[in-house]
Nanobody, 122 residues
Framework: QVQLVESGGGLVQAGGSLRLSCAAS????????MGWYRQAPGKQRELVAA???????NYVDSVKGRFPITRDNAKNTVYLQMNSLKPEDPAVYYC????????????????WGKGTLVTVSS
């Protein structure tokens, strides 16, 4: 129904920056919240940042001020600008999008990307 394509992950030195992108496509009627989660080995998946249709944002405390999240509604794309990357940031980052499709069941469903790996070197 909805496909999410993530890009921007990779290897970066501590203190460096990366920008993650997630583009949604498919039989989309509308998109609600968009965001990014991350999961490191041995840790629970956690919300990193999310942005609502109205522009309200929510961040995990550890990334506040470092990882601004933005969205381009015309492109059905959400971005996560990761600045000043720290040793605790490496993880698989997953895009998450809440959307209503033009197909059954016509209700809000959360869709997940496949994940993109972010690695921070010394």
């Amino acid at each position: 129904q909805v496909q999410l394509v993530e890009s921007g992950g990779g290897l970066v030195q501590a203190g460096g920056s990366l920008r993650l992108s997630c583009a949604a496509s498919g039989s989309i009627f509308s998109i609600n919240a968009m965001g990014w989660y991350r999961q490191a080995p041995g840790k629970q998946r956690e919300l990193v940042a999310a942005v609502t249709t109205g522009g309200s944002t929510n961040y995990v405390d550890s990334v506040k001020g470092r990882f601004p999240i933005t969205r381009d509604n015309a492109k059905n794309t959400v971005y996560l600008q990761m600045n000043s990357l720290k040793p605790e940031d490496p993880a698989v980052y997953y895009c998450n999008v809440g959307a209503i499709t033009t197909m059954y069941p016509f209700r809000l469903i959360n869709y997940w990307g496949k994940g993109t790996l972010v690695t921070v070197s010394s």
